[in-house]
């Protein structure tokens, strides 16, 4: 699909800083944090004055609702010269996400709902619930570390616990944003 498609992202300088997709280059074109590159003249563009480029050659179009959108290849940022980082919501979810799905202490993969979150220094010695102390753990290995520290359980975590930076993208959250855009033009 020409929306996941990759679009390079340049910073102010025309320095290539990321790689993201064409759908989340519209919205940062739409947001105005960002301008499309015409690669035929480097000449750079709104998202208004993007749809009106009239390019010598065929480009694929990213249907809008009312108008179609080129989808461009490279965008230079306007405002930034970093891409802010993602950082996602501390959950249950998003450590198991963080762990892939993998028991931190014996690596057995399986289903998110039957892994169980550790804490690393157990709640009830103070332990908190924070990115830095927990962990996916299977059944097996929660019951048997009970309210031990690794250590006294002789347990070895597969890596220190740490806030996970990125994400994957999530394109259906950008395809709602796109929803909206299009629908207030
Ligand atoms: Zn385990």
């Not at 179609?68 to 501390?90: E, G, Q, S, W």
């Not at 399986?110 to 908190?128: E, N």
Request: proline share 8%; net charge positive; glycine share 4%.
């Amino acid at each position: 699909m020409v929306r996941h498609r990759p679009t390079l992202v340049l910073n102010k300088h025309w320095v290539p800083i990321d790689v993201t997709n064409v759908m989340r280059a519209l919205c940062k074109l739409a947001d105005g944090n960002a301008r499309a590159v015409n690669l035929e003249d480097f000449s750079t563009h709104d998202l208004d004055s993007w749809t009106r480029v009239g390019f010598r050659e065929a480009v694929a179009l990213v249907r809008g609702g009312s108008y179609d959108v080129p989808a461009p290849d490279v965008i230079i940022l306007t405002r930034y010269d970093r891409v802010p980082v993602r950082k996602p919501a501390f959950s249950r979810a998003n450590v198991i996400k963080r762990d892939r799905g993998a028991c931190q202490y014996c690596g057995l993969r399986d289903h998110a709902a039957r892994l169980t979150i550790d804490h690393v220094l157990p709640r009830s010695r103070g332990g908190a619930t924070v990115w830095s102390n927990c962990v996916a753990a299977c059944v097996a290995c929660n019951r048997r570390k009970n309210d031990r520290t690794p250590e006294e359980a002789r347990m070895r975590l597969a890596k220190p616990p740490a806030q996970p930076v990125w994400m994957p993208p999530r394109p259906w959250e950008d395809e709602a944003r796109w929803a909206r855009f299009v629908q207030g033009h």
